[in-house]
Nanobody, 122 residues
Framework: QVQLVESGGGLVQAGGSLRLSCAASGRTFSSYAIGWFRQTPGKEREFVAAISWGGSRTSLADSVKGRFTISRDNAKNTVYLQMNSLKPEDTGVYYC???????????????WGQGTQVTVSS
C-alpha cells in the first residue's frame, strides 16, 4: 500500500510556472507507476501525465505536451510535475495516483492523494 500527498499548487499568472510534487510513503514506492490527473467542478478527472515505475517511460496529454514534464526521484519517494507556460485552462485540482502499471485512465489507479489546487489567472 502507498499513501500520496501532493504539494506545490497555488495561484499563478498565465505564462508562469509551477512545480507540483507527489510525495509517497511506503517502501514499495519504486514499484508503482504514478499518474497526474486534474479536475474542475462538474467534470471528470482528466489525464495529464504518467511515469513508469523506473522513470524510463512517460506519457503526456496532448494538451500539455511541450509545456509540462513529469519526472521521479525514487530515492526521495517523490514524483514531480513541472508545469511551464501555464494557461487559464490548466486551472483545476491536481491529483497524483499510483498503480502497478502506467495508465491514462483514472479508474485504473488504486491509490490517490488529496489533491492540490492550481489556479491560472489570465
Amino acid at each position: 500500500q502507498v499513501q500520496l500527498v501532493e504539494s506545490g499548487g497555488g495561484l499563478v499568472q498565465a505564462g508562469g510556472s509551477l512545480r507540483l510534487s507527489c510525495a509517497a510513503s511506503g517502501r514499495t514506492f519504486s514499484s508503482y507507476a504514478i499518474g497526474w490527473f486534474r479536475q474542475t467542478p462538474g467534470k471528470e478527472r482528466e489525464f495529464v501525465a504518467a511515469i513508469s515505475w523506473g522513470g524510463s517511460r512517460t506519457s503526456l496529454a496532448d494538451s500539455v505536451k511541450g509545456r509540462f514534464t513529469i519526472s521521479r526521484d525514487n530515492a526521495k519517494n517523490t514524483v514531480y510535475l513541472q508545469m511551464n507556460s501555464l494557461k487559464p485552462e490548466d486551472t483545476g485540482v491536481y491529483y497524483c495516483a499510483a498503480d502497478s502499471r502506467m495508465r491514462v485512465e483514472a479508474r485504473a489507479y488504486n491509490y490517490w492523494g488529496q489533491g492540490t489546487q492550481v489556479t491560472v489567472s489570465s
